[in-house]
């Protein structure tokens, strides 16, 4: 580093040992409940989408899911009188008690030397460096969420790009505990097809075939979640359908208010085929409050700094039955050429 970044480094640094009441943050540390959720917090406001789902603090590593639904109606009537009848509490969970499991989740950030010094020109290179970090794990957190199939001992980024071994996201948690809510294939095994002559004609069938497989109690505030593919393909046969005059594209911009008569939104780090039916607080990351270590390492040997950070989290669909979803790693296009990809 340049003299003037290192004085800007260290001072940095102190200031994380004071504001973390740790005599060194060159030395592994345990943070503080009340400040890892400070810490936690900041990270969700670098995400667009966690702000909208719930981010639960809990003791255990492992559970039963802390908010749930009413997973039947529970309003009826007994008339005691009669010898053989009772009152009969129903389970407000539902019959089957949903889990949760948490699993040790690192986030480790390597800045090389160069970039410290190039940020070093900036008053605010602590805020910049801590927004950097931040950032990464929002977005990992959304990555998970999406594409995490297992909890490997040994994550492979190389072979799991969009971190599918680091944990379970929310559609593993519904693959594991109500996959029939999880439709894999159409007419053709293990495929889904959406457009013309296909599974579904269109977005708002396949939303609408969604909404039905959800119990009429549970569909309050549904909103249908939907990547990208997804949408450009609806526009496109819109616009073939309809033309590009001013008034067609309007209309068509009107049509997409809604889908299947949902609102919708596409979730950053969403799959591009994805497409889920749910509402938002039926999303949960739960995060051990008292299991957030810290290390910041300047490392010589290899020309960088290097900040290590640790914590336990898994993600919970709290009520399974209000998740439907299409397997989108199934889903199929028309490829322009009478057939589908």
């Known amino acids: ?68 639904y009413a997973a039947s109606p529970v309003s009826g009537r007994t008339n005691t009188a009669q010898n053989d009848k009772e009152r009969n509490p129903k389970n407000l969970l539902g019959m089957e008690a949903y889990k949760y ?10 800045i090389r030397y160069n970039v410290i010094d190039a940020w070093a020109k900036f008053p605010d290179l602590a805020q910049r460096y801590a927004r950097y970090v931040q950032e990464r794990i929002a977005n990992d957190r959304e990555l998970i969420g999406w594409y995490g199939r297992m909890a490997a001992e040994n994550t492979d980024m190389a072979a ?41 004609t269109c977005l708002d069938v396949a939303v609408n075939d969604l909404v ?39 209309w068509i911009q009107y049509a997409l208010n809604t889908l299947g008569g949902l609102p919708w939104q596409t979730p ?14 039926n999303l949960s990351l739960y995060h051990q409050d008292k299991s957030w270590r810290r290390k910041l390492e300047d490392n010589a040997k290899k020309d960088q700094v290097e900040d290590y950070q640790s914590r336990n989290e898994g993600y919970v669909v709290e009520c399974p039955e209000k998740f439907a979803a299409l397997e989108h790693d ?6 322009g050429n009478g057939g589908w990809a």
């Not at 790009?161 to 680091?166: E, K, R, S, Y």
């Not at 199934?330 to 490829?335: A, E, F, G, K, R």
Request: with cysteine; charged share 20%.
């Open 1 to 68: 580093m340049l003299k003037k970044t290192r004085e800007l480094f260290n001072s940095m640094c102190t200031r994380l040992a004071q504001g973390y009441s740790v005599a060194s943050v060159a030395i592994a540390f345990a943070i503080e409940p009340t400040l890892a959720q400070a810490l936690n917090d900041k990270i969700v406001e670098q995400s667009s989408f966690l702000k909208l789902i719930n981010i639960v603090p809990v003791e255990e590593m492992e559970g039963e899911v802390i908010y749930g």
């Open 330 to 335: 199934n889903v199929q296009l028309p490829d």
């Open 160 to 200: 799991n790009p969009m971190l599918q071994d680091v944990n379970k996201g929310w559609m593993q948690y519904m693959r594991e505990y109500k996959p029939a809510n999880i439709l894999a294939s159409g007419a053709t095994p293990g495929k889904i097809r959406i457009g013309a002559g296909g599974d579904y």
């Open 101 to 110: 499991k948490l699993a040790q989740t690192n986030s480790d950030v390597a």
């Open 212 to 250: 039905a497989s959800i119990p009429p109690y549970l569909r309050k505030n549904l909103v249908a979640l939907v990547g990208t593919d997804l949408i450009t393909a609806e526009k496109s046969a819109l616009y073939s359908a309809m033309g590009q005059t001013p008034t067609e594209k309007v």
């Open 268 to 281: 950053s780090n969403f799959p591009p085929r994805g497409l889920v039916v749910t509402s938002l607080d």
